[in-house]
C-alpha cells in the first residue's frame, strides 16, 4: 500500500509554526554550542558535552534541524524544482560551510570541522530531491535504512578521510561537528515523508491556518534567517 503524494499547491501564506519550530531548535543548538564553549576554555568538566545527557541533547537537536530541512525542501520543492531558487540556497549553504572548514581548520586544526551539520545540509538537500515524488512509505523505509546503517554496515574501507562524510567508518575522526551522511540523511528523509504525509491529511493546510501570537515573532524572525544565525552566532558567543 502506497501513500498518495499529490503535488504541493502554491500557498501564499507561510507556515509560521515551522519558523518558530526552526528558531527553537537554532537556540538550543546555540545552548549546546555556550556550554561547549564553556568547556573549551575550561570553564567546566573536560568532556561534559560529549557524553550523557549534553550528546543526547545535540542529537536531538541536530535529528529536529535536519528533519526540518526535508520538510522545507518538500514544501519548496515538492510540485515543481525551482532551481534557481535551489542552486542559490545550496550555493550560499554550500560556501558557508567551506568557510566553516576553513575557520575551523585555522583555529583547531586537530579537530576542524570537515563535514559539519552545513555540509549535511547542502549533501542532503541535493541527494532529497530524488525522493520528492517518492511514496511516503518508500521514503520512510530508505530513511530507516540510513539511519540503521552505521550499526551494521561499518567497515575499515571507509576509513580513508576521503569516505569519512560517508560515515561509515570503523572509528569516527576526530571534529568538533560531525554530522555525515549516515545516519544523518535519515532525518532529512524522514522530515519530507511527514511533510508528504501532512500535505496528503490536509494538516498543512491546517497549520498555514494558524496565526501564532506575537510572543513568537523572535522564533520566527531567526527561523526565517537560520543560516545567519548559525554563523554569527558562535563568534558572539565566544
Not at 542559490?88 to 558557508?96: E, L, S, T
Not at 579537530?111 to 549533501?123: K, Q, R, T
Not at 546503517?149 to 576521503?162: T, V
Request: glycine share 8%; net charge positive; hydrophobic share 55%.
Amino acid at each position: 500500500m502506497t501513500i498518495p503524494t499529490p503535488a504541493v499547491q502554491h500557498r501564499s501564506k507561510r507556515i509560521i509554526a515551522i519558523d518558530v519550530a526552526r528558531g527553537i531548535a537554532l537556540l538550543a543548538m546555540a545552548s549546546y554550542h555556550f556550554t561547549w564553549d564553556l568547556e573549551f576554555f575550561g570553564y567546566t568538566d573536560p568532556g561534559l558535552t560529549a557524553f550523557g545527557w549534553w550528546k543526547f541533547y545535540a542529537r536531538c537537536i541536530a535529528s529536529t534541524f535536519l528533519f526540518l530541512v526535508g520538510v522545507s525542501l518538500f514544501l519548496a520543492h515538492g510540485k515543481q524544482i525551482r532551481w534557481n531558487g535551489f542552486w542559490k540556497r545550496f550555493a550560499m549553504v554550500g560556501g558557508a560551510a567551506l568557510a566553516i572548514s576553513a575557520a575551523t581548520r585555522l583555529a583547531t586544526p586537530d579537530s576542524f570541522i570537515f563535514f559539519g551539520i552545513l555540509h549535511e545540509i547542502a549533501l542532503a538537500s541535493l541527494l532529497g530531491l530524488a525522493f520528492l515524488r517518492l511514496p511516503a512509505l518508500l521514503t520512510l523505509v530508505v530513511a530507516a535504512f540510513v539511519i540503521t546503517a552505521p550499526l551494521y554496515l561499518r567497515s575499515e574501507i571507509f576509513d580513508h578521510p576521503a569516505l569519512w562524510w560517508v560515515g561509515l567508518s570503523a572509528t569516527n575522526p576526530r571534529s568538533n561537528d560531525y554530522v555525515p551522511l549516515f545516519p544523518w540523511f535519515g532525518a532529512v528523509l524522514a522530515g519530507i515523508a511527514a511533510a508528504k504525509l501532512a500535505f496528503a491529511s490536509g494538516m498543512l493546510t491546517r497549520l498555514a491556518g494558524l496565526t501564532p501570537g506575537r510572543w513568537t515573532n523572535p522564533l520566527v524572525f531567526i527561523g526565517r534567517h537560520s543560516l545567519a544565525f548559525y554563523l554569527i552566532h558562535q563568534p558572539v558567543l565566544i
